[in-house]
């Protein structure tokens, strides 16, 4: 059964700190995985989009891994601020046709809040 | 551009009565998802389209829910008979997707919070 389970469930940090949100998935055969961003009241926002190949990314303060092997991902925060305050949900697709279709596994998601 | 629009922002109804959420996607993109959001749950995909065409329906939760895209600029998003269950935030949301769906950027739209009494 294709899953995606994230840890911790919630996370409270001071502001200014660094943190790392784990997302570890058991979903095949594997074609992408993203992490979103989603302020409360609105809809996710796209962070980083990563496929196979791809064990890095960054996107400002925010640097994705993949680990394809182990199927692990974390979104590591660096120098947190308090717009940081947010839910973050990871997506894994799996690829279902030659065509490019894909259907997607979410993460329930961490709630993050970062306190002055 | 104005992003992803929905209609509307709350909708408060109740128990058999007929809901229409409406979305308009991005100018230009190919893809538009239909997305269920409660604390339960998480976050559903239902839904989506492909040059107007439904591409994968199996999440959609059962035949009280139906959608359609009549043309690339509006979809609309149908529950007959609404249900207290139903409540929760749908989000619609667009891609331009060349390589296919989920391959690039999905744009959300800020959500339509359903509750239904």
């Known amino acids: 059964k294709n899953q995606v389970e994230q840890s911790p469930q919630s996370l409270i940090i001071l502001e200014g700190k660094n943190c790392t949100l784990q997302c570890n998935y058991t979903v095949s055969p594997f074609s992408n995985l993203r992490w979103y961003k989603q302020d409360t009241g609105r809809g996710p926002v796209s962070l980083t989009i990563?496929?196979?190949?791809?064990n890095t990314k960054s996107n400002g303060r925010y640097t994705a891994t993949l680990d394809a092997d182990t199927k692990q991902s974390s979104l590591h925060i660096t120098a947190s601020q308090l717009s940081d305050s947010a839910s973050y949900i990871c997506?894994?697709?799996?690829?279902?046709?030659?065509?490019?279709?894909?259907?997607?596994?979410f993460g329930t998601g961490t709630r993050l809040t970062i306190i002055p | 551009d104005a992003g992803v629009i929905q209609s509307p922002r709350h909708e408060v109804t109740e128990m058999g009565q007929e809901v229409t959420l409406r979305c308009k996607p991005i100018?230009?993109?190919?893809?538009l998802f239909w997305y269920r959001q409660t604390m339960m749950r998480g976050l559903e995909l239902l839904i989506y389209f492909n040059n107007n065409v439904p591409i994968d329906d199996s999440g959609m939760p059962e035949d009280r829910f139906s959608a359609k895209m009549p043309n690339a600029s509006f979809s609309t998003l149908k529950i007959q008979p609404s249900e207290p269950r139903d409540s929760a935030v749908y989000f619609c949301?667009?891609?331009?997707?060349?390589?296919?769906?989920?391959?690039?950027?999905?744009?959300f739209g800020p959500g339509t919070r359903l509750t239904v009494l």
């Open positions: 100018s230009g993109h190919d893809y």
């Open positions: 997506v894994v697709s799996v690829g279902i046709s030659n065509f490019g279709n894909e259907k997607l596994t």
């Open positions: 949301a667009s891609s331009f997707s060349p390589r296919g769906a989920g391959t690039d950027t999905q744009y």
């Open positions: 990563m496929t196979f190949s791809e």
